[in-house]
T-cell receptor, first 116, second 114 residues
Framework: DADVTQTPRNRITKTGKRIMLECSQT?????MYWYRQDPGLGLRLIYY???????NKGEISDGYSVSRQAQAKFSLSLESAIPNQTALYFC???????????????FGQGTRLTVV | AQSVTQLDSHVSVSEGTPVLLRCNYS??????LFWYVQHPNKGLQLLLK??????LVKGINGFEAEFKKSETSFHLTKPSAHMSDAAEYFC????????????FGGGTRVLVKP
């Protein structure tokens, strides 16, 4: 089983619909992140969470919201999806408690979202 | 503030020849630097990382990278390309007082010809 699991893996939704992408981890890491990937732009940070009660906006948070329901779960919501939110979304985790502030991140397999 | 520039969006090499992927960064703090690889329809896998120890870093699958502070570079190399190296590669910087955000380059797509 994957250490960082994203569901669904693929989703097509209509403009204006609310959609939730889910992420769960079995690594016991404290920090969790949501990124989106667009061709030629690399990955850009949407939101990140230090722990259950600490949520922070990333560089492109407009149009998105998140919830850290438990240490192991971090969900991303698009309140009213629009076509330019069509992208590949990645959840990631990192362990700063044992790895320090500059430890690497571990990524899920990605969710391909298409908004039509 | 921090940023990463991958100088080539696409690189094409023949199997058995060297691979060079170029990365330049900027950071106000001493950075940690990473290279990740993404195979088609897969997540991102860590190839190697630099965190202020040895400047020449060896990673998985025969890859290595050299941190050059004077040139603000962290180029990725492999002496002999294999067909399985065909993928997209991302250079990533992590730095700053918060130390919590990864900043990605735009990616370099590698094509390996037989």
């Amino acid at each position: 089983d994957a250490d960082v699991t994203q569901t669904p893996r693929n989703r097509i939704t209509k403009t204006g619909k609310r959609i939730m992408l889910e992420c769960s981890q079995t690594k016991g890491h404290d920090r969790m992140y949501w990124y989106r990937q667009d061709p030629g732009l690399g990955l850009r940070l949407i939101y990140y969470s230090f722990d259950v009660k600490d949520i922070n906006k990333g560089e492109i948070s407009d149009g998105y919201s998140v919830s850290r329901q438990a240490q192991a779960k971090f969900s991303l919501s698009l309140e009213s999806a629009i076509p330019n939110q069509t992208a590949l979304y990645f959840c990631a985790t990192s362990d700063t408690r044992t790895g320090g502030m500059n430890t690497e991140a571990f990524f899920g397999q990605g969710t391909r979202l298409t908004v039509v | 503030a921090q940023s990463v520039t991958q100088l080539d969006s696409h690189v094409s090499v023949s199997e058995g020849t060297p691979v060079l992927l170029r990365c330049n960064y900027s950071s106000s703090y001493s950075p940690s630097l990473f290279w990740y690889v993404q195979h088609p329809n897969k997540g991102l896998q860590l190839l190697l990382k630099y965190t202020s120890a040895a400047t020449l870093v060896k990673g998985i699958n025969g890859f290595e990278a050299e941190f050059k502070k004077s040139e603000t570079s962290f180029h990725l190399t492999k002496p002999s390309a294999h067909m399985s190296d065909a993928a997209e590669y991302f250079c990533v910087v992590k730095a700053g007082a918060a130390g919590n955000k990864l900043t990605f380059g735009g990616g370099t797509r590698v094509l390996v010809k037989p």
